[in-house]
């Protein structure tokens, strides 16, 4: 009789023990899932452009250019108008275009003109050429691009 209550909470145990493990598996399962959305989140880069009361939110692409834009930041610099469709300014250090899209000029997007180095914030689209690299897109306010004007904050957008 002795043995075979032993036996009986031999079999008790790993039934036990069997429930806690799947009991464990979806708490692990949800640890990883808001892992990769904390990560997700984090690899978005979004900056911020103000300027007094305006202000434009782009999200950068994943290029190379893009990123080391991100790494300077924040910054103060100067906005100034180029033409009838841009407001450029100049980070303080040139970015590395290997990998970077080309741009197609429109109005909204980002980009950045290798060969003087300036970063171009297009209101109105242009034409595109082979200089001129893909940093992102405007999030929101668009309609502010071009009342920039004067020294601006480039800062990380969260």
Do not use: H
């Amino acid at each position: 009789m002795r043995n075979y209550v032993v036996f009986l909470s031999m079999i008790f145990c790993l039934v036990l023990s069997s429930c806690a493990k799947e009991a464990e598996a979806p708490v692990t399962e949800n640890a990883d899932a808001a892992t990769q959305i904390e990560e997700t989140e984090e690899s978005i880069m979004q900056i911020k452009i103000s300027s007094g009361e305006y202000e434009i939110i782009y999200q950068l692409n994943d290029s190379k250019a893009a990123q080391e834009l991100y790494s300077q930041l924040p910054l103060t610099t100067n906005a100034e108008p180029f033409s009838n469709n841009e407001m450029t300014f100049y980070p303080p250090d040139k970015l590395d275009t290997a990998d970077t899209p080309l741009s197609g000029g429109k109005a909204g997007s980002l980009s950045y003109y290798a060969p003087w180095g300036d970063v171009v914030m297009f209101y109105a689209p242009c034409t595109p050429n082979n200089s001129l690299y893909e940093l992102g897109d405007v999030v929101s306010g668009k309609e502010n691009i071009e009342k920039l004007a004067g020294e601006i904050t480039v800062s990380v957008y969260k």
